[in-house]
Structures are given as C-alpha cells and as structure tokens.
C-alpha cells in the first residue's frame, strides 16, 4: 500500500508560479509511474501530467504543456509539479497519483484515471484574476 499526501497549493495571481510536491510512504514509489490530476470545481477529474519510473518519459496534456513541468526524485520518492505562467482556468484541486501496475523496464505513461490506484487527498490551487 501506498500513500500519497501531496503540499505547496494556494493562493496566486495570473502569471505567477507554484511548485506542488507529493510524498509517498509505506512502499517504495520506484517502479510506479506517478501522475498529477486536477479536479475544477463540476467538473470531472483530468489528467495533468505523468512521468514514467526513471523520469525518462513524460506525458501532459496540451492544456499545460510548455507551463508545468513534472519531476520526480526516487530517492525521496517524491514526485514534483512545477507550475508557471499560471492562469485563472488552471484553479483546481490537485491529485497525485501513483500507477496501479508496476512499469520498471518500460516507458508507459498512463493519462487515464482508471490506471492510477493509488491517490492523494488534494491540493487546492487556486489563481486569481
């Protein structure tokens, strides 16, 4: 079992920056992939950005691409979302979270929510205009 709890949400204005992070404990991270998801207020769950065990491989959607940056640490087994040029439509509660299958030897990036098992209890995001 894995948990997830994730900090650095809060308050900033349009065009400014935040770097979330999210440790994990009770198993090693190390050969799960580890995702960022956001959730807005009605509106479904989205995948943000993943990033594969060796932090070779990376996925994100268009929505922040050239904006977040996704990163990881293993010896820490911690998984980073640095946030830049942030935007009003970008205010949501943020996940992460961490593969239901191990994918050491490959790289697999996930980006459907089904394919994650393990989650943080979010962090709220919120960027004001």
């Known amino acids: 079992q894995i948990q997830l709890v994730e900090s650095g949400g809060g308050l900033v204005q349009t065009g400014g920056s935040l770097k979330l992070s999210c440790s994990g404990s009770g198993l090693s991270v190390y050969n799960y992939v580890l995702g960022w998801f956001r959730q807005a207020a009605g509106k479904e769950r989205e995948f943000v950005s993943g990033?594969?065990?060796?932090?070779?491989?990376?996925e994100s959607a268009n929505a922040v691409q050239d904006r977040f940056t996704i990163s990881r640490d293993n010896a820490k087994n911690t998984v980073y979302l640095e946030m830049n040029s942030l935007k009003p439509e970008d205010t949501a509660v943020y996940y992460c979270?961490?593969?239901?299958?191990?994918?050491?030897?490959?790289?697999?990036?996930?980006?459907?929510?089904?394919?994650?098992?393990?989650w943080g209890q979010g962090t709220q995001v919120t960027v004001s205009s």
């Open positions: 990033i594969n065990w060796t932090g070779e491989r990376i």
């Open positions: 979270a961490a593969s239901a299958n191990s994918y050491a030897g490959n790289y697999y990036v996930p980006r459907t929510r089904a394919e994650y098992r393990y």
